[in-house]
């Protein structure tokens, strides 16, 4: 199966079990959404949800939030990360709506990216939910899902590359259903640290899956007093490993003697052996100040 067909597989099978793929921000405005997207850079839209209704209350359009000052806006976003940036971002942000959009959110991507706080990510997402763009932004969750299931190329290794490969694949029209699709299929089924695999619709579509059923099984019977590891290539102990790359350029343990990569915790009796996995490192995802990789 090619990419562009299994990407059309993934997303009919989410589609059949997430019923409702939007977003988790609960606005009811343009406004409202971008001021909750700004939020939510580095931040859980759950917690956004739990400030946003005394915001609003206080500010309920964008001309009342130009006049609010930076330190009243700081107040009540206090619980929010980067509360300091984000307060200026959103007072900047109203002011320029109001001085040159004539109070209204624009509907026009590029003119949302040249708003303070606002950067390619928040636009598509503002963009796709508020005035139905057809956009694909890539946040953490989106770039984890793309690569397990292997929908774009192993070095796509930033937002804008991945959001390209899955320009590429997934059909136009499709885009922003394919974005929230994968963004709940991440929070809550595909998780960073320990994916719930087992009840997942897609797993044999899934690569990353396939490739962890692969490890061999905990082995039995391992004496730690003899040492920490055991070698299942030459059947001896040994105390310590040493690090190597293998053919898919994962860093793996090897055995300091035979340099076999087939090493068990005599502890655990489980493989050495690593799945690589795409985790977001320092990248810049909803950092407010990059303008580069967005909100
Ligand atoms: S099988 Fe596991 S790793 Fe693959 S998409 Fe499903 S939850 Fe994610």
Redesign the pocket.
Known sequence: MGRKERAREIISRLSAVISDPVTELVHESPYELLVSVILSAQCTDERVNRVTPALFRLFPDVHALAEGSVPEIRQLIASITFPNNKARHLSGMASKVVTEFGGEVPADLQLLETLPGVGRKTAQVVGGAAFGIDSMPVDTHVFR?AH??QLVRPSSDTPDAVERDLRRVIKAGELSTAHHLFIL?GRY???ARS???EP????N??P??QA?RLLPEPMTGLSRNKGRFWCGTRKHYVDHTVPRVDRAGAQQESCPRCGSMNLFDCKTGRTLRRVPDVRIGDMGFGRPDDRKHAS
Request: hydrophobic letters at 35%; charged letters at 20%.
């Open positions: 899902v397990r299931l299929h089924r595909c998780t994916p719930d695999c997942c619709v897609l797993r579509l899934c990353q899956w962890v």
